[in-house]
């Protein structure tokens, strides 16, 4: 395994001193020494295309090389500023992008990664992306010839990076945000959530640990309800959760995180224009990317009650405490039109052993049929 010091070091030796991107489980290691050590200019960004699009402002400023990190499956989020701005085709603006390779060839990996692993390295290929494998220390030279290669020529470059590759010998960051004593876990606001729904809800609930928490719940309790979990397709949630309240007579509760729901912010115009009263939104919010590291998302800085009113949801209900949950989750499911429902939970980077769905073509099929 590589140090993530290391690796910064050598980056750092071919001039690279910013980073943009969107936090990822097989980075967190890389990202969390950025957001502690705090010796870089350094940007977590709600998506992938901005992260491209940032550093190619950076570029425009300064004209040093920016280095831009996501999960292989950001890819198709960066691939407009990346083909329509970046490329040796139109403006020649060069690029570093480190990738999360989920799903790479001969290694384990969920289903929802797997097809994306596959098709990576064409990706690259198709668009004219050179890119290095990193394996090990012996392809830091490789790193400064590409580096190189990207300075001469303008040119966008990716360094590929398979789980368990990066290592760092530094302590989690302590987390403060949403640690606060009296704020709900996930797991319990689930649970009194599942007290209080009855058999015409549906379920749609977001990547990362809400739809494995869900899972977990729905398996060892044996209940009677199908959600469709959004194992990928991070920031979509809440669009697949509106296009299926369309045609039908049920109640569509969309769960989602806040990560998420900041990933593809426009759409919540679309969202209160188009649907229906059948439409309950939940946002579980702890400021955190929690299944990747729990590096911040950045939402504090915004209210989510006045954001959810000027854009036309037509309540908002806020809950963070468990004593006053089942008489804030009622009045929520019962109010008639779009609402929305902010939850405050506690961070808990433990989660991570949580069992993930498994039977895809069953998860649909159930969700389906009831």
């Not at 590096?295 to 806020?318: A, D």
Request: glycine share 6%; aromatic share 10%.
């Amino acid at each position: 395994m590589i140090d993530v010091k290391d690796l910064i070091k050598v980056l750092k030796k071919n001039k690279i001193n910013f980073y943009a991107g969107v936090p990822d489980s097989v980075l967190k290691n890389f990202t969390r020494y950025l957001d502690i050590e705090k010796k870089f200019e350094h940007l977590i960004l709600t998506n992938e295309g901005s992260a491209v699009s940032a550093g190619i402002g950076y570029y425009l400023s300064t004209k040093k090389i920016p280095a831009i990190y996501m999960q292989n499956s950001g890819l198709g989020n960066s691939l407009n500023p990346l083909i329509s701005i970046a490329h040796k085709e139109v403006y020649k603006i060069p690029l570093i992008l480190m990738i999360g390779w989920r799903g790479a060839p001969n290694l384990k990996d969920e289903p929802q990664h797997l097809a994306q692993g596959k098709v990576t390295r064409q990706f690259l290929k198709l668009c004219g992306i050179k890119y290095l494998v990193l394996e090990n220390k012996t392809d830091f030279k490789k790193i400064k010839k590409l580096v190189n290669f990207s300075r001469k020529n303008k040119e966008i470059v990716a360094i590929l990076i398979k789980k368990n590759t990066l290592r760092t010998s530094i302590p989690k960051k302590e987390i403060k945000k949403s640690i606060n004593s009296e704020f709900l876990t996930r797991s319990t606001f689930i649970d009194e959530l599942l007290k209080c729904v009855k058999k015409d809800y549906k379920f749609i609930s977001s990547t990362g640990y809400l739809s494995r928490e869900l899972y977990n719940k729905v398996k060892d309790n044996n209940l009677n309800i199908s959600p469709f979990y959004m194992v990928g397709g991070m920031g979509h949630t809440s669009t697949v959760s509106l296009g299926y309240s369309l045609k039908t007579n049920k109640k569509i509760i969309c769960l989602d995180g806040d990560g998420s729901f900041l990933m593809h912010l426009g759409s919540v115009v679309s969202i209160t224009k188009y649907a229906k009263n059948n439409f309950k939104y939940i946002l579980l919010n702890n400021n955190v990317h929690e299944s990747v590291g729990g590096q911040t998302t950045n939402i504090e800085n915004i209210n989510l009650k006045l954001l959810s009113k000027s854009v036309g949801y037509k309540k908002y209900f806020y809950l963070n405490q468990r004593k006053k949950s089942n008489q804030t989750i009622k009045s929520f499911l019962a109010h008639k039109g779009p609402s929305f429902l902010e939850v405050s939970i506690k961070v808990n980077l433990a989660d991570n052993n949580l069992p993930r769905p498994k039977d895809l073509n069953r998860v649909i099929k159930n969700f389906s049929d009831k």
